[in-house]
Structures are given as C-alpha cells and as structure tokens.
C-alpha cells in the first residue's frame, strides 16, 4: 500500500489551540467586553494554579521568558561587571538576559552523552566576579542539579534555572523551576506550556524575591506613580493567562504522549547506525520538548528531509560563544568542543503531543532514506 502522508509537520500548535478552544473563547469574550486585558482574576489564578504544579511558593506572570530571565537575574541581585557561567549550547536569550544588565556571561561546556551544562566545567570557570550560575534544562529533562548546586554553595554562587524547555519535567529533586532560589520558563507558543503568543513567568520559594520581581516588571512601581526601582514594562496579561490556564489542565497528559512518542522513536531509530538518539540522565523524568539526535552531514539530511515533507530543526546551528552577537567575549572555535561537535550534527525531529504514529513511520523512513541503514 503506499503511504499518502506526505508532509510531517515539525510542530503542530494548531491542535492544541483547537483542544482547548471551547474553553478559552467564551473568556477570551468577557474580557473583550469588560476590557480587563493586564493583570486581574486570570492572571492570578493561573500564578497560583502553577505554583501549585510545580511546587513553589510563589509565581509572578511576566510578559515572555527573556524578560524572565532578566527579572530573575536582577531579582537576586545580579550586577553589572557580575559574571553569569551559563552553558554554550542553550538559546541566546540565556546569555541575551545577563548582557542587559551589564553582566557578563561565561560559558562553559557541555557533557557528551545528554548535552546538559556539565558542573565539571562550571567549578573551573569560577572566579571572583561569578555570582550566578545557570543551569539550562534543555530539551525537556533537567540539569544535573545535584552535581551543580554544591558547587554554588561552596562559592557562594546564587543558583538560577533557565527551565524554558521543562514545564513538567522533574528530576529525583523534584520538578524542573523548583530546583533553586528562583527559575524562569518561557511560554512561547512552542513550548510544552505555550501561550497563543509570547509570555513567561518567575518562580521562587522566597517572597522578597518574587516582590521584587513583581515590581521590576511593573516599572519598578509596587504603588501607582510611587517608583522604587528603575524598572521595565513585563507584565503577564489576562488573554494569555486564559490559555495557559486551560493547557495547564491538559500539560502531564501531553507531556505523556510526547515520552510515548519518544520511546517509540527510539525503537524505530534503533537500528539506522547513523543516528545517534538522545539518552536521558539517571533519575530524570523527561517531558521530551524536543527529540534531538545526532547524525552526520546533517544538512544534506535535513535537506533532503525537507525535501521529503518533514519539519525539522536545529536547536542550536551556533553556539553561543561563536554567535556575532558574542564575538566581544574573545571565544574561539574549540574552546567548548563538545557543543561545537554537537552544534554540527544535532537535528530536531518533530515532536508534539498530537504526533500520529503514522507520522512517525513517515518521519523515520525519511531518516533512514537520508543516513542509509
């Protein structure tokens, strides 16, 4: 029989929004007619309903996961001249947020086998300025927190969790935000938990800290026209809190179907000798943001991919220490070998929570049309 599936997106926001729009729209209409766009009833509940999930005393609504991060950054006392390590292969808002400060951010390598910020390299890039580290929980499963956190509090290092990539994921200590002083988590649509637009949140067990954050995202202002701070406009608002209320209900099922997904692409990709497939670190729980693996020639592959109808990515081409944007930090090519390596040959197939298996059959045929095997 042949196969008609013929085009795989790489993600397919599309269906969540239709899962939960019988719930969203009839909100989405009270607030057009009452006009209560920022702040107010949604934007609490959903602060207080995600603290609960994850586990933390308090969650502050911000408008998107770079200002998280900055807010996060500031809220616990990061400095200009400070120095932040942060891993080399993480998005570059990770290191974008510690720059607007005045900061500066160190990276530092990565293990081999999970791609996670590796606390070896980090002991080694302390010096007097550090005052942050920033453990990445990339592609779904956490940083290897128990390693990184007696090392910050042998220094007297602050630690801050970038869980952008992580709603739901738990390690033995407990869940992805909940493993420090304070975390940040994007909401951008393509996350685990998206908005329909862009939004984000801090998450603390220490209230002066989530006061703080609260008044620096609202203009450094807790009293109208009363200004503490030289703050910024990064307030949450109620449209987008409405969303993430409603697929907050539906996060652990989806993050269930990404883990059945991922365990299947395992089996399939078994046997292609080319491909290398992810490995999760003992005692993580994966919520599989992304399914990444590791192939050479990896842009003939993704070429010839997209050229067979599948969606796919590369999560990241550049690490962050050979961006432009990074040029003035004096790295060179081979500082962080093991993120440059697997900045060449990683390859994101797609992953949502709505994958068929048949698109993943097509997925995998195409993979191994590409490598052979």
Excluded: C
């Excluded at 599309?14 to 607030?31: G, K």
């Excluded at 005045?102 to 302390?126: K, R, S």
């Excluded at 395992?266 to 729980?285: E, F, H, Q, Y």
């Amino acid at each position: 029989m042949t196969n008609t599936l013929t085009t795989v997106p790489f993600l397919d926001l599309a269906a969540q929004q239709a899962e939960v729009a019988d719930e969203v729209l009839p909100v989405w209409q009270r607030q057009l007619a009452s006009a209560g766009f920022i702040g107010g009833a949604e934007v609490s509940a959903f602060e207080a309903e995600f603290a609960d999930y994850i586990g933390v005393q308090h969650v502050v609504g911000v408008s998107n996961g770079t200002d998280a991060l900055e807010l996060a950054y500031r809220a616990v006392g990061v400095e200009a001249g400070d120095e932040v390590i942060i891993p080399a292969n993480t998005f570059i808002a990770t290191a974008e947020a510690v720059s607007r400060i005045g900061a500066i951010p160190v990276p530092v390598d990565v293990d081999d086998e999970f791609l996670l910020i590796d606390p070896d390299a980090i002991e080694a890039a302390i010096t007097v300025r550090t005052k942050a580290i920033v453990p990445v929980h990339l592609f779904g499963q956490t940083a290897p927190i128990d390693r990184i956190a007696p090392i910050a509090e042998k220094h007297g290092l602050v630690l801050i969790e970038d869980a952008a990539q992580s709603q739901g994921a738990a390690s033995t200590a407990g869940r992805a935000g909940a493993l420090s002083r304070v975390a940040a988590t994007s909401f951008y649509p393509g996350k685990n938990l998206g908005a329909a637009g862009d939004a984000g949140a801090v998450m603390t067990d220490d209230a002066a800290v989530a006061d703080l954050v609260r008044n620096l995202g609202g203009h450094g202002s807790s009293v109208k026209y009363v200004h503490d701070h030289v703050g910024m406009n990064a307030r949450l608002d109620a449209i987008q809190a409405t969303v993430l209320r409603a697929k907050l209900r539906r996060l652990d099922g989806w993050n269930a179907s990404r883990r059945v997904a991922a365990a299947r692409y395992g089996t399939l990709l078994a046997d292609i000798s080319g491909v290398r497939t992810p490995a999760v670190l003992p005692g993580n729980d994966d919520v599989w943001h992304l399914y990444v693996v590791r192939v050479d020639e990896r842009d003939r592959v993704m070429a010839e991919l997209g050229a067979a109808g599948i969606g796919v990515g590369i999560h990241y081409p550049t690490p962050v220490h050979l961006t432009e944007a990074y040029a003035s930090l004096g790295h060179r090519r081979g500082e962080f070998p093991v993120a440059e390596a697997a900045a060449d040959r990683i390859l994101s197939l797609p992953m949502f929570p709505h994958l068929t298996e048949a698109q993943q059959d097509a997925v995998v045929a195409a993979v191994r049309a590409a490598v052979g095997g």
